[in-house]
Nanobody, 125 residues
Framework: QKQLVESGGEAVQPGGSLRLSCAASGYTLDYYSIGWFRQAPGKEREGVSC????????YYADSVKGRFTISRDNAKNTVYLQMSSLKPEDTAVYYC??????????????????WGQGTQVTVSS
């Protein structure tokens, strides 16, 4: 059974850092692109960062460039999202998702086939 499980979300102060993990089971991550998305209350789900399965492709939304870093450890079947210089507007439920596309369309959540249950990130003083 294919499953994605996010972890690492918690409450932090502005300027703080967090590392989110997306552990995949039933997948061989070498063949999948993984995306991190977030959804704040009353807002649409948005693509934050994606890691393609080919060409070392990565994507970052403008709002997180220079602050977030996506990485993958295919041996551990895990994708990470390192978040630093966190802002209150980063508060959201963060989801990871998988797609067969070698170069994912990170701005199109509907392109992703499988989703985790989400992990809450709250940035507040």
């Amino acid at each position: 059974q294919k499953q994605l499980v996010e972890s690492g979300g918690e409450a932090v102060q502005p300027g703080g850092s967090l590392r989110l993990s997306c552990a995949a089971s039933g997948y061989t991550l070498d063949y999948y692109s993984i995306g991190w998305f977030r959804q704040a209350p009353g807002k649409e789900r948005e693509g934050v960062s994606c890691s393609g399965s080919i060409e070392d492709y990565t994507y970052y939304a403008d709002s997180v460039k220079g602050r977030f870093t996506i990485s993958r450890d295919n041996a551990k079947n895990t994708v990470y999202l390192q978040m630093s210089s966190l802002k209150p507007e980063d508060t959201a439920v963060y989801y990871c998702a998988a797609t067969h596309r070698g170069i994912p369309h990170c701005e199109v959540p509907a392109d992703f086939d499988s989703w985790g249950q989400g992990t809450q990130v709250t940035v507040s003083s």
